[in-house]
C-alpha cells in the first residue's frame, strides 16, 4: 500500500495506455471477475463498480467493505465520468492548481477527486464506462483497477 501520489504527467502518460479495443457486457463481467479474484487473493474490503453513465454493468462488495465504500465508488466514478478522466487525475490537477470540485459547481454529495475510479476508453468512440474501486488508501484503489485493466488490454 502507498500513500505516495503519482505525478500529474505519470498519470496522464498512464492514462494514455488504457484504451480498449473492444468493450461490452462481456469485458464489462471479465473486468469485474478479475478484479474480485484479485481482491479475494489479497483479502482486500473493497467494493467494485463497472459502470456507464446510465448503466451499473458490474457491482461486488468484497468482505470487510462497508456502506461508505460504496458511496465512494458512486462519488468517484461520476467525478470520472463527468470529467473523463481517472479520478485520482482530476484530484491531482486540483491539488497542482490548488483547486477544489467546487470550482466546477460540483457539490461533494454527488461527487469525489480521489483516487480509484478509472474510465473505460474505447478505441476510436471515446470514453464508454468507469471501472471503481473503494475501500484502499485512494492511491492503491486506483492502481488495482489500473493494473486489472492493463492485464486484460494486453491478453486482448
Known sequence: MSDVFP?????????????????????????????????QAEALPVVIN????????????????????DLWAARKSATALLFQQPSLLVGNRHRDRGETLAKHGLPEAGYA?????????????????????????QVDDHRLVVRVIQELISAS
Open 7 to 39: 505525478a500529474t504527467p505519470e498519470l496522464e502518460a498512464e492514462t494514455k495506455t488504457l484504451v480498449f479495443a473492444q468493450f461490452d457486457e462481456r469485458t464489462a463481467l471479465a473486468l469485474g471477475l478479475k478484479l474480485v479474484e484479485m481482491a
Open 50 to 69: 463497472i459502470r456507464s453513465a446510465d448503466r451499473c454493468y458490474f457491482h461486488a462488495a468484497m468482505p470487510g467493505a462497508t456502506p461508505l465504500n
Open 113 to 137: 477527486d480521489h483516487g480509484g475510479a478509472v474510465p473505460i476508453w474505447l478505441r476510436g468512440i471515446g470514453v464508454v464506462a468507469c471501472a471503481t474501486v473503494s475501500g484502499l488508501p
